[in-house]
Structures are given as C-alpha cells and as structure tokens.
T-cell receptor
Framework: EDKVVQSPLSLVVHEGDTVTLNCSYEVTNFRSLLWYKQEKKAPTFLFMLTSSGIEKKSGRLSSILDKKELFSILNITATQTGDSAIYLCAVEEEYGNKLVFGAGTILRVKS | GAVVSQHPSRVICKSGTSVKIECRSLDFQATTMFWYRQFPKQSLMLMATSNEGSKATYEQGVEKDKFLINHASLTLSTLTVTSAHPEDSSFYIC??????????FGSGTRLTVV
C-alpha cells in the first residue's frame, strides 16, 4: 500500500528561525512529489518535484527530492508568522492519477 | 489559469437531510476530479475519484450510498452527502488534475450537521 510519512507532525519556532520539514514515501510507480501549504481553506501549491537532486526555490522556501532514498525536504529560512500553516506532502502515482497525502506538519511561528 | 470553484463554502444542515456540494473547473476540462475529507488539524483523506461519464471509484471504507458522486460533464462534479449525521461534519475539498500537470484544489466546504 502506498504510504507518505511526514515529520515532525508539529513544530513551534520563533520568527527568524530556519525549519526543515521531512517527507518520506513508499509508492509504486512514482511520478512526482508535491508540497502544499494549507492555512484556513484549500491547500496552495508550493513545489512539484520529479527529479532527484535538483533544488527548487521560491523566496525563502526551497525543496529537494532524493529518489534513491525516497525522501524530500522542505526548507523555510527566516521564518515569519505568516508561515504558520499545515504543510502537506503528497506523492502522485504514474498510473491512477491521484495524490497520496502525508499527515501534514503543523508549523507555528511565534513572534 | 486552472481554477476550481467549489460551492457552497459553508453549510449547516439538519440530521437526516442531504447536502450537495459542487465542484467546477472554470477554465479547463477535468475528466477526473477528486473528493477529499479533512478533519481538524489532520491531512486530506481521499474519498473517491470522480470520472466524467462513468462511475466514481471509492476508496476503501467510504460508503458509496452515503457519498454520492456525479460527474456529468467535463467541468462539473458533485458530491451529495445523503442522510447526513453529525459524524459527517467535516471539511470537504475537491481537486482536479490540470492539463499541464499538477493539481488545483477548490476552496473547500465546511459541513456542519446539527
């Protein structure tokens, strides 16, 4: 059975800290790994990763995928209170066209 | 581009009644849409995959007769929660796969059954 495991489940940091969120997966026929940020409503897209070792960056956020170790990390530098959210990792299967989500990491950034 | 509109955003209904939630792809055709359920501070749980013109595929443990899915056109999928009970209260989110890849989510529906 396909599985996506995120860690930690929750995290509290102070503004300015750097955080690393982890996502490991076991999926048959891997197509891509996606990171989403969810505040109050729908998840908003952050990154889609398909190739190992290529870092994707967007402002203070970056992410990288290791297809050999079946692992991805999401880094947030110089955290701000607006980064407080649930961060979801999902893996897309090659066939079936669906996403398998991890449990999410609840991040709280204190001012 | 690739916007998914979900309606209503919030609904309160009485126990035993049915509630319909709509999910529309506004600027693209979605042959497949997905329905998720999310409990507070938890992740999204896939309930079913909605296929245009054919029967939905339900995940294990999801009651087909309870959560009716209809995908009658390339831009509209509906989820009807039948004979709702308080334990059905949850946040329901739809998503669609974009033609260029990736997924877009609706804004979600907060269902409260009283």
């Amino acid at each position: 059975e396909d599985k996506v495991v995120q860690s930690p489940l929750s995290l509290v940091v102070h503004e300015g800290d750097t955080v690393t969120l982890n996502c490991s997966y076991e999926v048959t026929n891997f197509r891509s790994l996606l990171w989403y940020k969810q505040e109050k409503k729908a998840p908003t897209f952050l990154f889609m990763l398909t190739s190992s070792g290529i870092e994707k960056k967007s402002g203070r956020l970056s992410s990288i995928l290791d297809k050999k170790e079946l692992f991805s990390i999401l880094n947030i530098t110089a955290t701000q209170t607006g980064d407080s959210a649930i961060y979801l990792c999902a893996v897309e299967e090659e066939y079936g066209n669906k996403l398998v989500f991890g449990a999410g990491t609840i991040l709280r950034v204190k001012s | 581009g690739a916007v998914v509109s979900q309606h209503p955003s919030r609904v309160i209904c009485k126990s035993g009644t049915s509630v319909k939630i709509e999910c529309r792809s506004l600027d693209f055709q979605a042959t497949t849409m997905f329905w998720y359920r999310q409990f507070p501070k938890q992740s999204l749980m896939l309930m079913a995959t909605s296929n245009e013109g054919s029967k939905a595929t339900y995940e294990q443990g999801v009651e087909k007769d309870k959560f009716l899915i209809n995908h009658a056109s390339l831009t509209l999928s509906t989820l009807t929660v039948t004979s709702a009970h308080p334990e059905d209260s949850s946040f329901y989110i739809c998503s669609a796969r974009r033609p260029a890849g990736g997924y877009t989510f609706g804004s979600g529906t907060r269902l409260t059954v009283v």
